[in-house]
């Protein structure tokens, strides 16, 4: 692969499910893009072997399987995402957006397990230049996923939803405070008020120097 002197922007885009994320995610993409840079949008669970057994396993029929099994697979799936795609791009000087990442698996798996045998599952991650974190009523959330024809995978139940949503806003507090830059964002607005917000916040960050990736972990 070619390689830049130039190290691209890792952002991750967070939420409970209803958020918008993945449109947001779009949407960015294509606001760099028409300033010329290349992008790359993925996601978690990524698109790889683990991501898609995932993908299998959260669905309504499947096992009801011990959530440290969910923690394990979701951290497994990371490391391939990160190797197979997110340093490969952001080392060659492509931008990638990733919709989810470490802060799921600290919000989601949190309401079972301990947080601190999440995190430290995934200490291996680098984090994110920025993330930025879509926060709306737990209410809302779940009318957007029921008219999306949704909500019955292993995490869109509503009781479920707000205790992620409330970890969410902790965990941004707690990571902020040891100088990470995580961006909490109010996605009750439609979806260009959120756009507009997000390149407001992203724009600064485009002629940053990024350090290394691997600098340090989660
Ligand atoms: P998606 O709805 O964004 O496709 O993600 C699938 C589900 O997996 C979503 O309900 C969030 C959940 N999830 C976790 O519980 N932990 C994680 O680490 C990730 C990446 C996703």
């Known amino acids: 692969m070619k390689q830049s002197n130039r190290h691209g922007l890792f952002i991750v885009l967070e939420g409970i499910d209803g958020t918008g994320t993945t449109t947001q995610a779009e949407r960015l993409a294509d606001w760099l893009r028409d300033r010329g840079r290349d992008v790359l949008v993925t996601c978690e669970p990524s698109k790889g072997t683990v ?8 669905k309504p029929a499947a096992d ?6 969910f923690a394990l697979l979701f951290a497994a799936d990371r490391i391939d995402h990160i190797e197979r795609e ?6 060659a000087g492509r931008d990638v957006i990733s919709d ?3 802060m799921s698996s600290l919000a989601y798996q949190s309401v079972i397990l301990d947080l601190d045998w999440v995190r430290n599952l995934n200490r291996f991650a680098p984090p994110p230049d920025i993330t930025l974190l879509l926060n709306a009523p737990t209410e809302l959330c779940v009318e957007r996923i ?7 995978e292993r995490y869109e139940k509503p009781e479920y939803l707000e205790q992620i949503r409330l970890n969410y806003l902790d965990i941004a507090s707690t990571l902020t405070a040891e100088g990470r830059r995580i961006k909490v964002l109010d996605a009750a607005f439609g979806i260009e008020e959120l756009h507009q917000q997000i390149i407001d916040l ?5 002629h940053v120097r990024q350090p290394r990736m691997d600098s340090h972990g989660y």
């Open 100 to 102: 989810r990442y470490v």
């Open 86 to 91: 997110i340093q490969p791009a952001v080392s």
């Open 202 to 206: 992203v724009r600064p960050l485009l």
């Open 51 to 58: 991501g898609r057994l995932i993908r299998d396993i959260i």
């Open 64 to 69: 009801n399987l011990d959530e440290r099994v």
């Open 146 to 152: 029921q008219a999306a024809g949704r909500g019955r």
